[in-house]
T-cell receptor, first 116, second 112 residues
């Protein structure tokens, strides 16, 4: 299957600072990338969808100014959590769709964010 | 509103047994149904997927059964192994939408 990487795998930051998470599709081109958030023992919650070169589409209830998403190329998307607060602590997972395989969607290994 | 309903929430199976996880949906526009396996602290991994033009798909020990008229699909894990212990998510997407709708997940424990 296709490989999606995320960096960093875990990060600890202080309240009020910003954190950037990178998501890369390593062996395929992804016109669409997705960002999810997952709380312990819960399902994945879609935060936003981004298409290469376009602004991200955010799900209802997700603050656009807090979670900045950039999808500058077919292999890279970034999520920046701005002015992080302890309630932003979570497991963030990116996902990418392979344009050569219309339906399949692959997930990254996730990033554990802890805000102190 | 939960677009995809998944059951059971948790499942304990003896090694060598069959694990069965069920999902149901309402949106008849859904036409892609993947299953993902997730280990603690890891991202979901695509396990197997089916489209509604077939009623069953098998890959190794994993089989998806699909019932279009009942709007249900299920994952069967044959000869379950302790290494299969993980959380399994079903999902669905329609061609008009861009994202997957996930079930709530099933935590599978296979005991030796």
């Amino acid at each position: 299957g296709a490989v999606v990487s995320q960096h960093p795998s875990w990060v600890i930051c202080k309240s009020g600072t910003s954190v950037k998470i990178e998501c890369r599709s390593l062996d395929f081109q992804a016109t669409t990338m997705f960002w999810y958030r997952q709380f312990p023992k819960q399902s994945l919650m879609l935060m936003a969808t981004s298409n290469e070169g376009s602004k991200a589409t955010y799900e209802q209830g997700v603050e656009k100014d807090k979670f900045l998403i950039n999808h500058a190329s077919l292999t890279l998307s970034t999520l920046t959590v701005t002015s992080a607060h302890p309630e932003d602590s979570s497991f963030y997972i990116c996902s990418a769709r392979d344009i050569s395989l219309f339906y399949e969607q692959y997930f990254g290994p996730g990033t554990r964010l802890t805000v102190t | 509103q939960q677009q995809v309903k998944q059951s059971p929430q948790s499942l304990i199976v003896q090694k060598g047994g069959i694990s069965i996880i069920n999902c149901a949906y309402e949106n008849t526009a859904f036409d892609y149904f993947p299953w993902y396996q997730q280990f603690p602290g890891k991202g979901p991994a695509l396990l197997i997927a089916i489209r509604p033009d077939v009623s069953e798909k098998k890959e190794g020990r994993f089989t998806i059964s699909f019932n279009k008229s009942a709007k249900q699909f299920s994952l069967h894990i044959m000869d379950s192994q302790p290494g299969d212990s993980a959380t399994y998510f079903c999902a669905a997407r329609d061609t008009g939408a861009n994202n997957l709708f996930f079930g709530t997940g099933t935590r599978l424990t296979v005991i030796p």
